[in-house]
């Protein structure tokens, strides 16, 4: 999304709208790290606020980037960049990203006790 905002050519939007297809497996994937790493009964909890999450998200996304837009693509804009909430948008996923990665993992849970090696827990 960031480069979308700096596109220096009319081809760059339609070369990256291939790559945003990609966004479309980012919810099932995190759904299913999330889902390994609890127990089965707290499976709805965990999908309870994945879901809360993302409906926020969806409600205040629109109510702030619209107006950004809104603004850089008026003549009253402070300075000239109309993809200046798009650039926004990829340094927020970027940022995210970046915290992810700084997420340790959670041992799986298997029942109620915490397990650090699947293969060895089937065999006791």
């Not at 700096?6 to 497996?25: C, E, H, R």
Request: glycine letters at 8%.
């Amino acid at each position: 999304i960031f480069l979308y905002s700096i596109a220096w050519s009319s081809w760059v939007p339609y070369a990256l709208a291939g790559f945003s297809v990609l966004g479309v497996l980012v919810r099932p994937t995190i759904t299913s790290i999330a889902s390994k790493q609890v127990g089965p009964n707290e499976q709805g909890m965990v999908q309870g606020c994945l879901s809360g999450i993302t409906s926020v998200a969806n409600i205040i996304s629109p109510l702030i980037f619209s107006p950004l837009t809104a603004l850089f693509l008026s003549e009253d804009a402070p300075f000239n960049f109309p993809g200046f909430s798009l650039m926004c948008l990829g340094l927020i996923l970027m940022t995210a990203f970046f915290l992810s990665l700084m997420i340790r993992a959670a041992p799986p849970i298997v029942g109620d006790k915490v397990s650090s090696n699947r293969c060895t827990d089937t065999l006791v």
